[in-house]
């Protein structure tokens, strides 16, 4: 789904978001939602927040896994996923503490491994992820699965792409201060979701969107799975289509 700018795209994601989780309320059920970090998603969740302050919208029956987070990572430093998801949206809504979950980059590495494991069986124990949603890197990484990641690939620690990295160096003041480890969900936890939304703006992603779009399926761009998946939506603006 193409539009103008990113605006209006952001809009209409959070609105599909926001319609899911009021229909859940009114059947008293809950949603699971997984969450991404980046510019990208930030309009989409200040659209959330908006909603939450001028429209009552309730985060009550919501429960969320991010995607990724760097490690290691203290939650209050600067470019912590933990303090991101705050400042963009948990310290605005009325979600319940315990219903947040942002992988912890505060763990001995001893016990990322079992972490994980607990990670995928906690999704699961809730049904399983009704939405996710996600950006994309210049490498075609979707959460921090880099080239190489296998459709199989569950929640995991992996090594940071050196374009990746280049990538978050002014996050960070500098690639050398760029973690060289993250903590990622997997290629095939996402491909698990019922709703797969990837969101793309700009000029400087449309070479990336034409290969994992209408490029050939492959490990190389970890996105391109997402053309197995049945219910996939894409949502861009002008600038970030140019090349289909
Ligand atoms: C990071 C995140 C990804 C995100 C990507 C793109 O690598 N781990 O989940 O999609 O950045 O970032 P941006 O949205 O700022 O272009």
């Not at 009550?60 to 912590?80: A, I």
């Amino acid at each position: 789904k193409i539009f103008k700018g990113s605006e209006d795209a952001s809009a209409f994601v959070a609105k599909e978001i926001a319609d899911l989780i009021k229909k859940r309320a009114s059947d008293g059920k809950h949603v699971v939602l997984g969450l991404a970090t980046g510019s990208t998603p930030t309009r989409v969740y200040a659209e959330l927040v908006r909603m939450h302050k001028k429209e009552g919208l309730s985060f009550k029956n919501v429960f969320t896994f991010n995607l990724d987070e760097y490690f290691p990572m203290p939650p209050d430093s600067l470019q912590s996923y933990v303090r991101f998801m705050n400042e963009h949206l948990f310290n605005h809504i009325d979600i319940p503490k315990q219903n947040v979950h942002i992988p912890d980059g505060t763990l001995p590495k001893e016990q990322v491994a079992e972490y994980c494991r607990n990670y995928e069986k906690k999704i699961d124990d809730l049904g399983g992820i009704d939405i996710q949603v996600l950006g994309i890197g210049r490498t075609g990484h979707i959460g921090f699965n880099e080239p190489g990641s296998t459709e199989k690939s569950f929640t995991r620690l992996v090594t940071l792409d050196q374009v990746t990295r280049i990538d978050a160096a002014s996050d960070f003041f500098g690639e050398e201060n760029v973690p060289r480890k993250a903590i990622t969900m997997g290629v095939g936890t996402i491909l698990k979701a019922k709703r797969t939304i990837m969101m793309a703006w700009g000029e400087g992603k449309a070479r990336v969107i034409k290969k994992a779009v209408e490029g050939p399926i492959t490990d190389q761009i970890p996105s391109s799975f997402l053309q197995k998946h049945d219910n996939c939506l894409v949502v861009l603006d002008e600038a970030a289509s140019s090349e289909l």
